[in-house]
């Protein structure tokens, strides 16, 4: 018997994927290291704006007190480009973050490519790569696909 080779073109792909988006980052504003593992594949390895690698261990230990919603009281997601090829994934979106630092708001954003790879029937990221986007490349608020306020998702607007 063949089974049938699955369709990674296909809009339950795209959806399986946008969930799983939304599901990294809401585990980072609940800092919910449980749930990230799961979506973590065993060789992930995350990328920092510095160059700076972490193995699983390191970054899973930062997760679990990474988000603090009185330092970051406001976080969105924007801009969301999903590209599927064979069995490896491009999950890229913006983040804006409004962030406390020594009393004043500072406002900025960054762009991440979350690699995702399609191994023994599920999604399972294998790289996050985070940088900085300079101000004169921000996307419009237009994008915007979710927002969390002091660390709550905000309903949508309808």
């Not at 679990?64 to 069995?87: Q, S």
């Not at 300079?134 to 309808?158: M, N």
Request: aromatic share 12%.
């Amino acid at each position: 018997m063949q089974l049938a080779k699955r369709d990674h073109q296909s809009a339950e792909t795209t959806d399986e994927l946008r969930a799983l988006n939304a599901r990294f980052i809401h585990n980072f504003i609940t800092n919910d290291v449980a749930s990230h593992d799961a979506i973590l594949h065993p060789a992930f390895i995350s990328i920092w704006p510095t160059g700076q690698r972490w193995d699983r261990a390191t970054y899973l230990k930062y997760w679990a007190t990474a988000f603090d919603p009185k330092l970051i009281p406001y976080w969105d997601v924007r801009d969301e480009l999903i590209t599927v090829i064979g069995d490896v994934a491009l999950v890229r979106s913006t983040n804006k973050a409004i962030r406390r630092r020594d009393g004043k708001d500072v406002t900025g954003m960054t762009m991440y490519t979350d690699t995702y790879l399609f191994e023994n029937g599920a999604w399972k990221c294998i790289q996050a790569q985070i940088q900085a986007v300079a101000p004169e490349f921000y996307p419009a608020d237009d994008t915007i696909v979710s927002v969390y306020i002091d660390g709550k998702l905000q309903p949508r607007a309808a």
